[in-house]
């Protein structure tokens, strides 16, 4: 996640990226990811808005990841691979106001 704002601050501001994966190498080896901006992710559940061009079927919806257009919070980690060992630890705190 990219911001020129405090992580706490929950508005989405039109510099605020995001950088996602899809556990493939979409664009060959150098696997750089998919970034987009925050506000292009908020769909409804009928998925007329961002989601509407994803497929069915591994390779095809990867790039529409979609948010709830309410306000909705959640974070997933799995499966770190680290190949040339350079990771750094993490820790993710979250806050439930």
Known sequence: MYSNNHLED????????????????PDGKD??????????LPDTVKMEGNCKDAQEGWGKNEMYPCLYDQK?????????QDPL?????????????
């Open 72 to 80: 909705n919070w959640g974070a997933a980690l799995k499966g770190l």
């Open 85 to 97: 060992k350079r990771s750094l630890p993490l820790h993710l705190t979250l806050f439930n106001e």
């Open 31 to 40: 696997n750089l990811g998919y970034f987009r901006k925050i506000s292009s």
């Open 10 to 25: 929950d508005q989405v501001y039109d510099d605020d990226w995001i950088v996602h994966g899809s556990n493939y190498l």
